[in-house]
Each structure stands twice: as structure tokens, then as C-alpha cells.
């Protein structure tokens, strides 16, 4: 048994001009202003914690990890700027939150909607406290945008300091020099939220945002214990999809994949009905340091009460890997 797609060259991390010109040929444009952010950063606060008042210099601040979020799920309330309000409802704009511990830092996990663009993203955003008495790292690690364009990718966030804290029932997210804020300070306010069973397309972006991540535990996680993964890449006696049955087997799965690649990149060109009601069809373009060019491909997932119960794999044409003269068979 054998997994050809899984290890198609040795690993190396690419330079970012490299890695840039690649995600440029998959279409994955990083650019553009979206959904995320309403004008190019001008204002830089990067000094503002040197400043002055009444001729006493401010200090840092020094913020401790936040405890008893795990697996928390909230719902957003509001924004601000350092100057003022910031006005998201007027664009349809709604964000459900879920928090869950991952090592010293914590994961966050925000599926939102603006509505008057027609754009849903799920990104994924770390917390990881400083190496010394100061303020939290808050370092965006996967975003995933329906419809592709750059216009809803926007563009991610650089990762700041910044703060999550509670102010009584209300949960408060500060990020400083923000896209959101032309470089100020943004704080988005939450109100804790009753757990609701994430829709097909919900789970469908959490499973590319996992994968491009490279996290095989939160990949099999949104399957259900007996969840299988079908996929061609593993070659069978018979020629068939490979069966991964069980959650410990898709785990492994995923785990030896992405041990072939330093770096990963897919991006949702669309979804469409599946035959049944459980089903979602999420077909994407896939783009690694092994390929000479991008992969297109679907996913048709059958979910039940929330989880995968089976996700079958296949692609368009088999992939053409860096240095052959022909597709790979």
C-alpha cells in the first residue's frame, strides 16, 4: 500500500516570494481590501506604548492568559475603535465564536457573515501569552472565504499584541494596531451563546481552515467516531477509494500527509447539493511546494447530528509534480 500524493518531494520551507508565486498561481490572492477591513492601514501605533502623558511616560501593559474559556462559544455584541465606534451591523455583519485551550494558547475559532456582501469566512486566530510580563500574541493562522475572491479573503491580520478579557458576562477581544481600526486598537465585544450544531458548510470551511493549518487532531475531530475517509491517493489491489474507517484511522491519515509538505494551501471555489439532505459537495483548488501546478478537486461530505460521518476525496486530473515530465499516474 503505497500514497503517492502524500510524499511527492522532500521538504523545505520555500522563501516568501516563492511560497507567494505559488498561492499566485492557485488564485489564492491575498490582496485587495475585503470583508475583514474598510481602508488601508495608515496610522501606526507601534509607539504608542512609549508615549507620554502629563509628562509621565506610559508603560506597557502586562495581561495574563485568560482561564475557563475552553470550549467556550459566544456570540458577537459590537466593535470599537480607539476613536470611536465601529459601525459592523450596517454591513450585515454577525460572528459566532468558539474558544478551545490548544497547549499554553488558545484557539479561536470565528465562523462570520457579512450579509450585505454575501461573504462568510471562517478564520482561525491564536492567543499565545509573551515570552515576558507584557501583552498576549494574537496571531491569525487560517482564514477560509466563500466566495474565493479577494474581495472577501480581504486581507489577514499581522499578528499583534493584544488582550482577551472578561468584563463580567461579556467577553472582550483587543487587538492593537488593527486592519479593522486603520491601525488602532479594535476591541469586539461577546455575549456568551447557547451551543447550536454547526451547519454542511460551516463544518466544510473548518475543514479547510484545519487542513491548510496542517492539524490532523482538528481535522478528524469534526468526524464522528465511525466517520470514514474515502480517497484515491492510496493505491489498492482493486483500483478503488481507499477506506479509513474510524476517527484514530482519519487521524492517521491526515497526520502522514501533512508530514509531506511544509506548507499547504486550499481555497473553496463553491458548494453544491449533495444527493441527500446530509450531503454537501465542496469543491476547491489545492496548491503545496510538491506541485508544479494547482489540483482541483471536491470534497462530498454526508454529515449527521454535526460530524462527518463519511468524506470521499477525488480530484480532476492527477497532479503534476515539480520536475516530471508528465502527470503522475
Not at 128 to 152: I, N, Q
Not at 214 to 235: M, Q
Not at 283 to 306: H, I, K, S
Amino acid at each position: 500500500m503505497t500514497r503517492p500524493f502524500a510524499s511527492l518531494a522532500p521538504r523545505g520551507t520555500p522563501s516568501r516570494t516563492t511560497l507567494l508565486g505559488l498561492l499566485g498561481a492557485a488564485s489564492l490572492a491575498f490582496v485587495g481590501l475585503g470583508c475583514g477591513e474598510s481602508a488601508p492601514t495608515r496610522v501606526d501605533e507601534s509607539d504608542d506604548l512609549n508615549a507620554t502623558s502629563g509628562g509621565q511616560t506610559m508603560t506597557a501593559r502586562v495581561v495574563e492568559m485568560p482561564i475557563g474559556l475552553d470550549g467556550t462559544q459566544w456570540r458577537w455584541t459590537g466593535a470599537s475603535c480607539t476613536e470611536g465606534p465601529l459601525d459592523l451591523a450596517a454591513r450585515g455583519f454577525s460572528s459566532n465564536l468558539r474558544i478551545d485551550q490548544d497547549g499554553e494558547s488558545l484557539l479561536l475559532t470565528y465562523d462570520q457573515v457579512f450579509a450585505n456582501e454575501g461573504c462568510v469566512q471562517t478564520v482561525l486566530q491564536t492567543v499565545s501569552p509573551p515570552p515576558a510580563p507584557g501583552e498576549l500574541r494574537m496571531e491569525e493562522v487560517a482564514r477560509v472565504a466563500v466566495p474565493s475572491t479577494p474581495e472577501c479573503f480581504g486581507q489577514p491580520e499581522p499578528p499583534r499584541p493584544g488582550e482577551v478579557r472578561r468584563n463580567g458576562r461579556i467577553l472582550e477581544v483587543l487587538v492593537q494596531r488593527s486592519r479593522w481600526c486603520n491601525g488602532f486598537e479594535v476591541t469586539m465585544t461577546y455575549e456568551p451563546s447557547i451551543p447550536t450544531m454547526l451547519t454542511n458548510e460551516d463544518i466544510a470551511r473548518r475543514y479547510v481552515a484545519h487542513y491548510t493549518r496542517g492539524d490532523a487532531v482538528r481535522v478528524a475531530e469534526l468526524f464522528s467516531s465511525v466517520g470514514t475517509l474515502l480517497e484515491s491517493f492510496t493505491t489498492t489491489p482493486t483500483g478503488d477509494p481507499y477506506r479509513h474507517e474510524g476517527r484514530d484511522a482519519v487521524y492517521t491519515y491526515f497526520h502522514e500527509t501533512f508530514a509531506g509538505a511544509p506548507w499547504r494551501a486550499m481555497r473553496v471555489t463553491g458548494f453544491e447539493p449533495g444527493t441527500t439532505a446530509q450531503q454537501i459537495v465542496m469543491r476547491w483548488e489545492y496548491m503545496d511546494p510538491r506541485l508544479a501546478q494547482p489540483v482541483a478537486g471536491r470534497n462530498v461530505f454526508t454529515v449527521a447530528a454535526g460530524e462527518i460521518f463519511e468524506s470521499e476525496i477525488t480530484i480532476d486530473a492527477p497532479p503534476v509534480i515539480v520536475g516530471a515530465t508528465a502527470p503522475a499516474q
